[in-house]
């Protein structure tokens, strides 16, 4: 079982960026994949984002070219770099380990 704990999530106008932290409880080095997903209100939860621990990325349609997810081994942090962000980016961001292991969720906010 990994611990996850998101932060970074706000309020921001069209066009703005935010970058989301999530950090784990295991060395991040041994999580063999790990991933953003998002839920807006009335919407399933999916995938936008997601990394392997040898560096494999891959992006949901809707987000590639505008987010960049990567992660920092020193300090043991997963990170997604949200650019140019629109309102239908609004929901809560949920950090994933394997598949199974969730943080709490953090808000991302975008008005026009």
């Known amino acids: 079982q990994v611990q996850l704990e998101e932060s970074g999530g706000g309020s921001v106008q069209v066009g703005e960026s935010l970058t989301l932290s999530c950090a784990p409880s295991?060395?991040?080095?041994?999580?063999?994949?790990m991933a953003w997903h998002r839920q807006a209100p009335g919407k399933q939860r999916e995938e936008v984002a997601a990394?392997?621990?040898?560096?494999?990325?891959k992006y949901a349609a809707a987000v590639s070219g505008r987010f960049t997810i990567s992660t920092d081994i020193r300090k043991n942090m997963m990170y997604l770099q949200m650019n140019n962000l629109q309102p239908e980016d609004t929901a809560v961001y949920y950090c994933?380990?394997?598949?199974?292991?969730w943080g709490q969720g953090t808000q991302v906010t975008v008005s026009s």
């Open positions: 295991a060395r991040i080095w041994r999580i063999i994949r």
């Open positions: 994933n380990a394997e598949g199974d292991n």
């Open positions: 990394i392997t621990n040898g560096g494999r990325t």
